[in-house]
Nanobody
């Protein structure tokens, strides 16, 4: 069992930046495929970004590509989401989720370990 814990959310103005962190106390987390997903009010959750267990492969949703960067620090057992040039439409609860293995094959249902989420609000 792995329990991810997110942090770093908050209120930011359009065009600003935030970095979200996701960590877990379980050592296995450092080798699990991990994704960030988000859910805006009244909408279903959407995939944002993914990094494999080795940290060598990443993927992004079209809406955030070139603005967001996912990375991981295995020594700190932490996955990050650097968010730049934030837009009001990025407002959502952001969730960190981990799969059971080191790779993800594109199905959100593969993410079985979810954090509680952190609120990101982009507003002037």
């Amino acid at each position: 069992q792995v329990q991810p814990v997110e942090s770093g959310g908050g209120l930011v103005q359009p065009g600003g930046s935030l970095t979200l962190s996701c960590t877990a106390s379980e050592r296995t987390f450092r080798s699990l495929a991990t994704g960030w997903l988000r859910q805006a009010p009244g909408k279903e959750s959407d995939f944002v970004a993914y990094i494999d267990g080795n940290g060598g492969y990443t993927a992004y949703a079209d809406a955030v590509r070139d603005r967001f960067t996912i990375s991981r620090d295995s020594a700190k057992n932490t996955v990050y989401l650097q968010m730049n040039t934030l837009k009001p439409e990025d407002t959502a609860v952001y969730y960190c989720a981990a799969a059971i293995g080191g790779s993800w094959y594109g199905d959100v249902n593969e993410f079985i370990y979810w954090g509680q989420g952190t609120q990101v609000t982009v507003s002037s």
